[in-house]
């Protein structure tokens, strides 16, 4: 035991040597200082950058891959100001109208019933060139042709594919000022003063998805109670844009079996995180016959949309749909809000 002494006690003061326990804590304190001087001044500068600067958000074309904007490419930096926060307007609405040359004919006169040129801003997404030969008509919404979508995988129709990309195509024109891209069908008919005041109600500088579902409750069964139906219209705001194209295409893929291209918008802004903002004013009109009474008892809410107006009776008797329509919008135009409420009216001559 006495042999083994010696050893140890040097041992051990070969460990006090090596590692002083005042210079270990020492230099703990001090770098415990220093971090904390480090935190502080980066507190401090990021206050100060805070108050002296004004706060814009940067929103990136996913297949930008630089700064400039690429020859061929519909798409660029877009900017937009935390300071943009006036009242929205009709300007700052882009729609996408999903059409094909083989229903455009004949339902070109829908969306020339609330389409102004000029001033409303949007285009319908077409499958194929007009005839070079044809004269575009004046009325309509400008048309563009939908590119690269036959290489995606689907299941029921090929043409759901297409229609779910407008979004993204729309989004990469790199229109300059846009709030909301609104999308419906070349049979929807909006009522764009009403349609405005709902979305006005909604930071566009966050991510919303507005739409309503449908009045089939079989629909909503087979769909989804949370899903926008396309052909009623659903608004998708700026920034929920930026963040749909960038997964857009792949979500698709992965997507493939469902069956319209509203569902398949469903799943991939689900996916983002993005739940569905409900509008009692978008229509679809899932249902046959005589819709009197399903708009005569129309909610406390704007009308904003009308959809599949060929498969019910017209709105107004001894007239046809368009006729029908053209009375609606007639009356719409004079008090946008009140169409299709009920109302008390008391005159005060009669006393009735």
């Known amino acids: 035991m006495s042999i083994q002494e010696p050893s140890h006690n040097l041992f051990k003061s070969f460990k006090i040597s090596l590692f ?27 206050v100060l950058y ?16 630089s700064s400039t904007r690429k020859i061929g490419q519909h ?4 900017n937009v100001s935390a300071e943009n926060i006036g009242s929205t307007n009709i300007s700052h609405i882009v729609f996408g109208i999903g059409g094909s040359m083989k229903t455009w004919k004949d339902r070109r006169y829908y969306s020339e019933l609330w389409w102004q040129p000029n001033i409303t801003r949007g285009y319908v997404w077409l499958d194929e060139k007009p005839d070079s030969n044809a004269t575009w008509p004046e009325n309509s919404p400008p048309y563009q042709v939908s590119d690269d979508w ?24 790199g229109l300059p000022n846009v709030r909301w891209f609104v999308m419906g069908d070349d049979d929807t008919v909006f009522f764009t003063d009403n349609l405005v005041s709902v979305l006005a109600k909604y930071d566009h500088r966050l991510m919303y998805y507005i739409g309503g579902n449908s009045e089939s409750v079989e629909q ?12 009623g219209g659903f608004a998708v705001s700026y920034p929920l844009a930026v963040e749909l194209v960038k997964v857009l295409d792949g979500c698709l893929d992965r997507y493939y079996t469902l069956y319209g291209s509203d569902q398949r918008i469903w799943a991939c802004v689900s996916e983002i995180g993005v739940s569905l903002t409900k509008e009692e004013g978008f229509h679809q009109i899932d249902i046959r016959g005589d819709p009197y ?22 709105l107004f008797p001894n007239q046809n749909q368009l006729d029908s329509l053209r009375s609606l919008i007639q009356a719409y135009r004079v008090d946008p809000a009140r169409t299709m409420q009920q109302s008390f009216c008391y005159h005060p001559k009669h006393k009735w």
Not at 25 to 41: E, N, R, Y
Not at 75 to 78: A, P
Not at 150 to 173: C, G, H, P
Request: net charge positive; with cysteine; charged share 20%.
């Open 50 to 65: 805070s108050a002296f600067t004004t706060p814009t958000r940067w929103f990136r074309c996913p297949e930008c891959r």
């Open 220 to 231: 909503d069964v087979m769909h989804s109670y949370n899903m926008a139906f396309g052909g």
């Open 75 to 78: 798409c660029q930096t877009r």
């Open 20 to 46: 002083p326990t005042d210079k270990i804590t020492d230099f703990l304190t001090m770098s415990f200082k220093g971090a904390l001087l480090i935190f502080l001044i980066t507190s401090i500068s990021l």
């Open 150 to 173: 036959t290489r995606f995988k689907y299941s029921s129709s090929r043409y759901a594919v297409r229609i779910a990309r407008i979004v993204s195509e729309t989004f990469r024109l």
């Open 293 to 314: 009474g399903l708009l005569a008892a129309h909610p406390v809410a704007p009308l904003v949309s009308l959809h599949h107006l060929d498969y019910v009776k017209p």
